[in-house]
């Protein structure tokens, strides 16, 4: 199951179409939380939304995968991320620490691991 | 400073003499601060000073050491540690993930990175 929130994570990021990508934003965040890394932040639902739409519009044509695997214990999780374009070598990548509560994320916060030279 | 702060999170791991790992406690963690891991966790200075004399006793003779740099931003840090003999080979190592407010640690998650095998 939270292989699945994972992936949902990821593809929330990916997810283009505004309105599908609010609900998966409702689907998987609390209503309160808050995403926060080096570039941007959100909080909530409305500003989560709008903040994935931003980066969204500051990468265009690449997408986000998961790398590696997950590493959890309790409601922490930690897992790491490529950003590129598709079939190509990632230009940036990065690993986030979330909480998870009731199967959502309640707060998250993404390092980066390595950005363009 | 932050890096200041970061050292004297291991040193603390590392001050077997009770009265000086508690001063030690006081001055780097606030007084309502948690921590968690797989392992263990504590919240407020008397919890996370008696935690981290559980887990000296559960290591005799090993000692914890910061591995490779800080990576901060805003008031959040993540930084890796490994443990082991002195002089030795690390047996064990991991990555912490901190938000630090007022120069005093707020809330710490750590993660395993390796263990024995």
């Known amino acids: 199951m939270l292989e699945a929130l994972i992936d949902s994570y990821i593809a929330v990021w990916n997810e283009t179409d505004g309105a599908a990508r609010y609900a998966l934003v409702t689907k998987i965040w609390e209503p309160d939380a808050r995403y926060i890394d080096p570039m941007t932040s959100g909080q909530g639902h409305d500003g989560i939304d709008a903040m994935i739409g931003a980066a969204q519009g500051q990468f265009p044509g690449m997408t986000f995968s998961r790398r ?31 909480v998870v509560t009731d199967g959502r994320f309640a707060n998250v916060t993404g390092f980066l691991d390595f950005t363009p030279g």
């Open 68 to 98: 590696g695997t997950l590493d959890a214990f309790g409601d922490r999780v930690r897992f790491s991320w490529d950003l590129g374009p598709a079939g190509a070598a990632p230009v940036a990548g990065g690993t986030d620490f979330a």
